[in-house]
């Protein structure tokens, strides 16, 4: 797998792969994968050598869920044999949900 650069000399610099995984649809698709199906598809990902996965809290179906997809990505990380110390999640605030409704919310 391909290996970029990110971030700058303020923030410092890490090495994740050229391809990432958005975890999103693991858990605002309709209907939703499973989550040994969700734990499976992060699996594969890193097998292929991906060290990048995209999340956020606002990642659900609704704001009743916040936080099921960083979980989610949590479970299966933790439930995978290999390394992870190399794996970058990024995650993000700020972004909200109303129903299926997107927002933004800069509150702390």
Known sequence: M???TIG???VGRVQVSAIGL???PLSTKDPRPAPED????VHAALDAGVTLIDTADAYSRDEGEFGHNESLVA???ASWGGDTSGVL???KGGHTRRGAD???DGSP
């Open 2 to 4: 391909q290996q970029r």
């Open 8 to 10: 700058n000399d303020t």
């Open 22 to 24: 958005g975890a999103m």
């Open 38 to 41: 969700a734990r499976a598809v």
């Open 75 to 77: 479970a299966a990380l």
């Open 89 to 91: 999640v990024a995650t």
């Open 102 to 104: 997107w927002a933004l």
